[in-house]
């Protein structure tokens, strides 16, 4: 079945450093590709998002691409925030209503 | 604009109380929508789907049920919680052809 896999958490790091987390995902056919954030005590809300194999989604610094060669989804800022400091979800959604999750994985930036 | 409401934003159940959970969402028609639980440092688990009145699809079993007696109003309840039930929940809507979902703040329940 589809599923999507998400390095483990916490990742923690500096003000300003180049952050990457690493997603992969398993499919049939051609998922779109999701990152959402959810911030302490919140609901999640979308991140980024790509359709089709070699998009690029970027929002608030962060970009993602879809690697159809790779089957993956890296979300990637050049320079992080405190602010930035939340729990990420990359998700896929096949050609069905449902949206498949990662287990997450929590960003802690320290100033 | 469409905008979604969860309510409440945190409930204290004893074992074996009954659970009421509301979402209504606004600014929309037609909604799928859905009902996820967050266990405390795990991801999402898809709990209920619905893509009309009265319609529900469970993804997985459970001591919990889904109802939607409005277009724009899911109802997630329980006769009889357990210690496992509790978790965030959250609900969400997207459109007939989704591209992505639309979350609601979310409830935190404690089963005790």
């Known amino acids: 079945g589809n599923s999507v896999t998400q390095m483990e958490g916490p990742v923690t790091l500096s003000e300003e450093a180049f952050l990457t987390i690493n997603c992969t995902y398993t499919?049939?056919?051609?998922?779109?590709l999701f990152w959402y954030v959810q911030y302490p005590g919140e609901g999640l809300q979308l991140l980024l998002k790509?359709?089709?194999?070699?998009d690029k989604g970027s929002n608030k610094g962060f970009e993602a691409t879809y690697r159809k060669e790779t089957t993956s989804f890296h979300l990637e800022k050049g320079s992080v925030q405190v602010s930035d400091s939340a729990v990420y979800f990359c998700?896929?959604?096949?050609?069905?209503?449902?949206?498949?999750f990662g287990s997450g994985t929590r960003l802690l930036v320290r100033p | 604009s469409q905008t979604i409401h969860q309510w409440p934003a945190t409930l204290v159940q004893p074992v074996g109380s009954p659970l009421s959970l509301e979402c209504t969402v606004e600014?929309?028609?037609?909604?799928?929508l859905y009902w996820y639980r967050q266990a405390a440092g795990r991801g999402l688990q898809l709990l209920f789907y619905?893509?009309?009145?009265?319609?529900i699809s469970s993804e997985v079993p459970q001591n919990l049920s889904a109802s939607r007696p409005q277009d724009r109003q899911f109802i997630l309840s329980s006769k009889k919680l357990l210690l496992s039930d509790s978790g965030f929940y959250l609900c969400?809507?997207?459109?007939?052809?989704?591209?992505?979902?639309?979350f609601g703040p979310g409830t935190r329940l404690t089963v005790l």
């Open positions: 969400a809507w997207s459109v007939l052809r989704p591209d992505e979902q639309f």
């Open positions: 499919a049939t056919g051609y998922p779109s």
């Open positions: 790509a359709t089709k194999a070699d």
């Open positions: 998700a896929l959604r096949d050609s069905s209503y449902k949206l498949i």
């Open positions: 600014g929309t028609s037609n909604p799928n």
């Open positions: 619905s893509v009309g009145i009265g319609q």
